[in-house]
Each structure stands twice: as structure tokens, then as C-alpha cells.
């Protein structure tokens, strides 16, 4: 361990978490080790390199997101606060419309 990091742990301080990371892969040179590299040249990237690191580490692909089904979204969509002030806005605007001097045939006009 760093000097540093031996003084924060004495004095009650936690030390970085990256550091205990980093010592869990044996510093510089674990890391170097896990993944099949130089310290000085570091990854080659020629193809025979590149077919070998893919061959061993696998494709570096990311998941694709899992997509919501429709009810889901739905559900989520009814948990937002705007969408219920936008339905009570709509609700009391029909009532007062239907309520109207000209009654139910303001909303059938549009007026």
C-alpha cells in the first residue's frame, strides 16, 4: 500500500476505493498480466493481436436495453404527475363546458 493511503487508514480516514482495486489485481503489473499485455509496448492492434484478444477476452459488445412491454410503459406513463394534472385540466374543462349557458352543444360546436 501507498504511504499515503497507509496514513489515512492510521488516522481513521478510508482509503480510495480504486486503490483496494487496484491492489486486488496486483497493481501495475497484475493488471499488465490479466490482460495479456506489455508494460512497454501495451496492446499491439494488428490483426493477429486483435483475433487473439477477441478470442480470449470475447467481443466488446454492450447488452442491448431491454425495451418496456406496452402495458409497462403504460403503468409508468400513469405514475407521472403532469399526465394527471393534464386529465383533471381536460375533466374540469368538459364539466364546466357541459355546464355552459349554451349547455352540451358548446362542446359539440367547439366553442
Not at 36 to 55: E, F, M, P, Y
Not at 58 to 79: A, D, F, H, K, Y
Request: proline share 5%.
Amino acid at each position: 500500500m501507498f504511504a499515503w493511503a497507509k496514513t489515512a487508514a492510521a488516522q481513521g480516514e478510508r482509503p480510495l476505493k480504486s486503490l483496494h482495486g487496484l491492489a486486488d489485481h496486483g497493481y501495475a503489473d497484475g493488471i499488465v498480466s490479466k490482460l495479456s499485455t506489455d508494460a512497454n509496448i501495451g496492446v499491439v492492434g494488428d490483426r493477429k493481436d486483435l483475433a487473439r484478444r477477441r478470442q480470449v477476452f470475447g467481443t466488446n459488445t454492450r447488452p442491448r436495453p431491454r425495451l418496456p412491454t406496452l402495458c409497462g410503459s403504460i403503468r409508468e406513463q400513469l405514475g407521472q404527475c403532469l399526465w394527471w394534472v393534464v386529465a383533471v385540466t381536460a375533466l374540469l374543462t368538459g364539466v364546466c363546458g357541459y355546464f355552459s349557458p349554451k349547455g352540451g352543444a358548446a362542446i359539440a360546436e367547439g366553442a
